[in-house]
């Protein structure tokens, strides 16, 4: 069974995907109602230089008099046109953020310029964003694609506005990959036996450098030695016979330890028979 960080986890990029996914179907569905608005301003030019140059149509008149471009979401005003494709560009550029800041990079750039969506900050404002982008195409009359995507795209933004609210700031370090890592590096076990490992644990990797790095100072230190005092010399009788010897006539004598056995082995075959 999975421990209750792992359930977070995967629950939380599991929102992650589905809000990548939403992002990019708006994205699609934009950039087709923007084919669509263009499609239809252009034949509402048409109808305006024909009804100009021709005789006049009641069916082009009440089209030219229409609040809306027919077939668009194009309002019938001056510089309609050109604050409809704005708004659709803002739209298509905002979806571009949101799922770059939804992959986590570039992390440095939203950390800097976009705090927000930056690692420091929950989901609380992303969602937000999302919903205004969802509310903000919903509220024209969009064909059935847009729709759906928009409608979906409010949904997971809602969510993600209330993820923020039950994790804030630590909702995207908990769903990191680089953060789950570091977690599982530092996930052992601390105790043996009721005997703290800790230290054996933090020394045991540096080791062989450590060994090394003595043996290295200890040459340096004898050639600065021998430099300073040309007639001094360190003369290491080691661990043998001859340190030994030279140890008992300093007045030093190595005791021998008493043999014991630990707790948990087997008692001899002797012992036993008596």
């Known amino acids: 069974m999975l421990p209750p960080r792992a359930y977070v986890f995967i629950g939380l990029n599991i929102i992650r995907a589905l809000s990548i996914i939403a992002l990019i179907l708006v994205f699609a569905s934009n950039i087709v109602t923007l084919v669509h608005d263009v499609?239809?301003?252009n034949r509402f030019m048409a109808a305006k230089a024909s009804d100009s140059s021709s005789s006049s149509n009641s069916t082009i008149t009440d089209m030219l008099n229409c609040d809306y471009i027919e077939d668009s979401t194009v309002p019938n005003q001056p510089a309609g046109i050109?604050?409809?494709?704005?708004?659709?560009?803002?739209?298509?550029g905002q979806t571009v953020v949101l799922v770059l800041s939804e992959l986590g990079w570039p992390s440095a750039f939203f950390n800097r310029?976009?705090?927000?969506l930056g690692k420091?900050?929950?989901?609380?404002a992303l969602g937000v964003i999302q919903c205004l982008i969802?509310?903000?195409?919903?509220?024209?009359?969009?064909?059935?694609?847009?729709l759906?995507?928009?409608f979906f795209l409010f949904s997971i933004g809602c969510l993600n506005i209330f993820v923020g609210l039950v994790f804030r700031q630590g909702a995207k370090s908990k769903r990191s990959v680089t953060s789950w890592r570091e977690h599982a590096k530092s996930a052992l076990p601390t105790h043996v036996a009721g005997v703290d490992v800790r230290p054996m644990m933090s020394n045991a990797p540096s080791f062989v450098s450590h060994a090394f790095g003595k043996d290295k100072e200890r040459n340096s230190t004898a050639s600065e030695s021998s430099e300073s005092s040309g007639t001094s010399r360190l003369d290491g009788l080691g661990f043998g016979r001859?340190?030994?010897k030279a140890a008992a006539m300093k007045g030093y004598f190595i005791s021998k330890p008493v043999e014991s056995l630990p707790r948990y082995a087997p008692?001899?075959?002797g012992s036993s028979s008596d």
């Open 39 to 41: 499609e239809a301003v």
């Open 82 to 92: 050109f604050w409809a494709v704005l708004n659709r560009l803002l739209i298509i």
């Open 113 to 116: 310029f976009f705090p927000v």
């Open 120 to 124: 420091d900050f929950g989901l609380g």
């Open 134 to 146: 969802g509310a903000a195409i919903l509220s024209h009359f969009v064909d059935d694609f847009t």
């Open 148 to 150: 759906v995507s928009a």
């Open 242 to 244: 001859q340190g030994e």
């Open 267 to 269: 008692k001899s075959a």
